[in-house]
C-alpha cells in the first residue's frame, strides 16, 4: 500500500496537484458514505438520530500555503501532504455531547480506517475555549493499479460547539489571530456557555427519555393485566 506522497512522484506540478486533489475528494466521498451508512443504520435499529448534519470540505490552496508558511516550511506539494493534516475534512455536528464518543467508538472500530490521531478539545479545550473532538484517519483508496492511504480529519462536535467555533473563526480572521484581550475573554465566557447548555441539554434528554420509558412500562403492565382479565373471564373465574 503506499501513501500519497509516493503516489504522485512521477508526474509533474501540474498533474501532481490534480492527483492529489483526486485523493483527497475520493477520500472525502469514502468516510462521508461510512457516515451516512452509520447514520442510517442508527435511524433503522434504534429509531434515533446521533448526527444533526456532515459536512465535508477540501482546504482550500491559499488556507494550504498560509498553514505551511505559519508552520515554517516551504510551499511544495511533498511538504502539504506530509504536514497537513486537514486537507480532506469532515465536520460531524451532533446534538449531545455523549453522541460524539459514540460516533468516534463506531468510526475507530471501523478496520478499514486506521485512526492516526485523536485530540479530546472536550476534555483538553485549547486556550481560545475552543471545544471538539479530533480524529485524523487514513482511508485507502482504491485506484486502478494502486491502493493509497489519503489522511482525513474528522471533527466531532455538538451544535452549540459548532455555533462557538464558526463565530469565534470569523472573529479570529477578522482580527488576523490579534482580537483584543477582552474579545477572547468574552469568547471564552461563551465556551463556558455553551458547555452548560450542552450539559443542560444532554440532562434534559436524558429526563424526557426516562419518562418515556416509564410510560411504556405502564403501558405494556395495563395491556398485560387487560389480557389477564380477559383470559379469566374466559375461563369462568371473574368475579
Ligand atoms: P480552518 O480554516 O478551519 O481549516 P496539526 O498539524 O493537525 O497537528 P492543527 O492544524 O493546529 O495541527 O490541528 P488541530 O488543533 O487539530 O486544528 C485543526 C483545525 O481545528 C483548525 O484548522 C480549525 O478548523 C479547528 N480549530 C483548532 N483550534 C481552533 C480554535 O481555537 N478555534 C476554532 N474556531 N477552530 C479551531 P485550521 O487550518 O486552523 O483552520
Not at 481560545?128 to 479530533?134: D, L, R, T
Not at 480524529?135 to 489519503?150: E, G, H, W
Request: proline letters at 2%; hydrophobic letters at 35%.
Amino acid at each position: 500500500m503506499q501513501e500519497a506522497r509516493e503516489a504522485i512522484q512521477n508526474y509533474d506540478d501540474v498533474d501532481n496537484w490534480k492527483t492529489v486533489m483526486f485523493l483527497y475528494n475520493s477520500a472525502l466521498k469514502e468516510v462521508g458514505t461510512k457516515l451516512e451508512i452509520l447514520n442510517d443504520e442508527f435511524k433503522h435499529v434504534h429509531s434515533y438520530n446521533p448526527i444533526e448534519h456532515i459536512k465535508t470540505r477540501i482546504k482550500t490552496p491559499e488556507s494550504i500555503v498560509k498553514k505551511l508558511k505559519r508552520y515554517g516550511y516551504e510551499v511544495s506539494i511533498d511538504n502539504m501532504i506530509r504536514y497537513i493534516n486537514d486537507i480532506a475534512g469532515v465536520r460531524l455536528i451532533c446534538s449531545f455531547t455523549s453522541d460524539i464518543y459514540r460516533l468516534a467508538s463506531m468510526i475507530g472500530n471501523q478496520s478499514d480506517l486506521k485512526v492516526l490521531t485523536i485530540k479530546d478539545y472536550i476534555k483538553n479545550p485549547k486556550e481560545s475555549g475552543y471545544k471538539s473532538y479530533h480524529m485524523l484517519v487514513s482511508v485507502p483508496i482504491f485506484l486502478s493499479d494502486s491502493v493509497v492511504n489519503t489522511k482525513v480529519e474528522i471533527q466531532i462536535r455538538t451544535i452549540a460547539m459548532d455555533f462557538w467555533a464558526s463565530l469565534e473563526h470569523k472573529i479570529y480572521y477578522k482580527f488576523e489571530g490579534n482580537a483584543p484581550e477582552y474579545i477572547s475573554k468574552e469568547l471564552r465566557d461563551c465556551a463556558d456557555m455553551v458547555s452548560m447548555l450542552d450539559e443542560k441539554m444532554l440532562s434534559l434528554n436524558n429526563e424526557i427519555l426516562s419518562c418515556q420509558r416509564q410510560k411504556t412500562i405502564e403501558g405494556i403492565k395495563e395491556e398485560v393485566s387487560e389480557v389477564t382479565k380477559q383470559d379469566a373471564e374466559k375461563l369462568g373465574f371473574a368475579d
